[in-house]
């Protein structure tokens, strides 16, 4: 045929569809309009209650061989999946010519380190040896001063006093011997014996004596009064001086100590940190090379796992990993275990030890038991952060037995038994719907639908359990009747009691009125006021405090007066 032919021949089959649909719709509206409702009814058997989640197979128990070099590294070798290992055999390598370059540099850093160690520690020694020798000398001059002082007061100071009070007594007696023998003199001169000469020659002597007197009395007089005192004074600040010398030494030495001391300390904490992080290096690059903790089958911590792109990149050589991060799972034991996430609208029916029935996508008609083991207490942080509306918590399903077809990363899908009965009533969960805090079903009454309320228990997400409203073989909508604005409407029309507040407690209008009295506002609404008589406003604005007065006033005030702006502005 032609292409003319065969477009023809699509148009008039499209045309045929569109009319059969056309009346379709027709025969749709037909049935609508003559009030056909989907009618269901309550149904009496067996009923499971439970909770059905995908997962992940995983082992149980297993060893996790993390990346401990820090930073980031590059894969050199890896060891492929699936293959059994032994203890001690290399699984991963990393690369480590960074790691050797750092090793290279630490070591000219260690030696430097070492260096300056040893060089304090050799001026720790001379510094101590000089200030011993400082001290040594700073005492000898001590005691020195002291022997000095000891020897003036007891020797040189009394020998000097001694010499000075002899030699007046010698002038003493040289001058009484002069004065005797001139006045001898002076009759022997009268009688001729003795010429003026002579004569003239003892009064010299006599002047020469008595001239010698008064100098050894001025030299004991100069000796006890400045000689002395000034020997004396001079002596003690020599050794007062000595005591300070001495002090200052020691001090010098002591904080020269302290201070080579110090850096010793210093020199040596640097020395032994250089030390270990020559050592760490060493230990990085042996990290570089990780090797099986326990003999097992390899499994790569990727496998199974999924990111906010979809599923894990696989580990491969030439890849790049950061520090901490789980690579290579080995098993220790045969026991497995699923790993979901429950949402937290099931949460409430979950709990420790409730069985479990587990399917596996790769295992077609095979089932497998376990048991809830472990529920977390927070909702998953991965899965917030894509949606943060969604609050999913990691739980594992602990598989008891019949594992060994079963193996990691495997999809499967959970089904959590909550509740199971031999005979119950239920309905599919969108018969039921929420008017206020009441459940209620909608059945064919002779004036059209009729709301009862009914009492429901759990539901699996299909099925709900009745508990009581219903009797077996009743018919029930299977959806409400009324549009979902209606059912709302019904719901905000619902009035719940009052609560009663406990005794001491502050009550809602007395909280607002301390608010209202905390801000300066009135107490009471202006139009309310308005609404009372002459007496009742009088009896109240006299309830009122001066300020709430003048408050209520400007806020009456301000009303009418924008009104009237709002007037004028229309205007």
């Avoid at 032919?5 to 649909?21: D, E, K, P, T, Y």
């Avoid at 001690?88 to 000219?108: A, F, N, P, W, Y």
């Avoid at 006299?542 to 702006?565: D, F, H, V």
Wanted: aromatic share 4%.
């Amino acid at each position: 045929m032609s292409p003319g032919i065969w477009i023809r021949v699509i148009l008039a089959a499209g045309l045929c569809v569109a009319g059969w649909l056309g009346l379709r719709a027709v025969w749709s509206d037909e049935e609508d309009a003559n009030g056909a409702v989907p009618l269901t009814v309550v149904q009496s058997g067996p009923l499971v209650i439970s909770v059905a989640q995908a997962g992940t197979i995983q082992n149980r128990e297993r060893a996790v061989v993390k990346s401990e070099v820090e930073g980031t590294a590059t894969i050199l070798f890896l060891v492929p999946e699936g293959i059994d290992v032994k203890k001690g055999d290399l699984l991963v390598e990393l690369d480590s010519s960074r790691l050797q370059e750092e090793k290279s540099q630490q070591q000219i850093t260690v030696l430097n380190s070492e260096a300056a160690f040893i060089r304090a520690r050799e001026n720790l020694a001379v510094t101590k040896s000089q200030t011993d020798s400082d001290i040594a000398k700073a005492e000898l001059t001590l005691k020195f001063a002291q022997q000095d002082l000891t020897k003036y007061l007891e020797g040189e100071y009394p020998r000097e006093l001694q010499k000075a009070e002899s030699q007046i007594t010698i002038a003493k007696e040289e001058l009484a011997r002069a004065d005797e023998t001139l006045r001898l003199s002076k009759p022997l001169v009268e009688q001729g014996f003795m010429t003026q000469t002579e004569l003239q020659a003892s009064e010299l002597s006599a002047k020469r004596a008595q001239i010698a007197l008064d100098l050894a009395q001025v030299d004991l007089s100069l000796l006890k009064k400045y000689t002395h005192e000034r020997n004396l004074d001079q002596l003690k600040s020599d050794l007062n001086q000595a005591k300070e010398a001495l002090m200052r030494t020691k001090r010098k030495a002591s904080a020269d100590l302290v201070q080579a001391r110090a850096e010793l300390k210093a020199k040596e904490s640097e020395h032994e940190r250089q030390k270990a992080r020559l050592k760490k290096s060493d230990e990085q690059i042996l990290k570089c090379k990780m090797v099986a903790p326990v003999a097992g089958m390899v499994v790569y911590a990727t496998t199974g796992k999924g990111n906010w792109r979809g599923n894990a990149e696989p580990l491969e050589e030439g890849q790049n990993v950061r520090e901490r991060q789980e690579l290579i799972f080995l098993p220790t034991t045969s026991a497995m275990m699923a790993d979901i996430k429950i949402h937290e609208a099931s949460l409430r029916k979950v709990r420790r030890g409730m069985p479990v029935r587990i399917t596996v996508d790769a295992l077609p008609g095979k089932e497998f038991w376990g048991r809830v083991g472990k529920i977390a207490l927070l909702p998953d942080a991965f899965s917030r952060r894509l949606n943060p509306d969604l609050k999913v918590y990691s739980s594992e399903i602990y598989i008891d037995r019949d594992t060994d077809l079963l193996r990691p990363g495997m999809t499967c899908r959970s089904e959590i038994i909550v509740e199971q009965y031999e005979e119950a009533l239920y309905l599919p969960v969108q018969c039921i719907v929420r008017v206020g805090e009441k459940s209620v079903a909608y059945v064919p009454g002779p004036d059209g639908p009729e709301l009862r309320e009914v009492q429901v228990g759990y539901d699996n997400n299909r099925m709900i359990r009745i508990v009581s409203g219903l009797d077996p073989g009743d018919q029930v909508l299977l959806a409400p009747p009324l549009a979902p604005s209606q059912v709302r409407e019904q719901a905000t029309n619902h009035k719940s009691p009052l609560v009663k507040v406990p005794k001491g407690t502050t009550t809602p209008a007395e909280a607002k009125k301390q608010d209202a009295e905390a801000e300066g506002k009135p107490v009471i609404d202006p139009a309310t006021l308005r609404g009372m008589s002459r007496e009742e406003r009088r009896k109240f604005f006299e309830a009122l405090t001066p300020k709430q007065r003048e408050q209520l006033r400007k806020t009456m005030g301000s009303r009418r007066g924008g009104s009237g702006r709002r007037r004028r502005e229309e205007q």
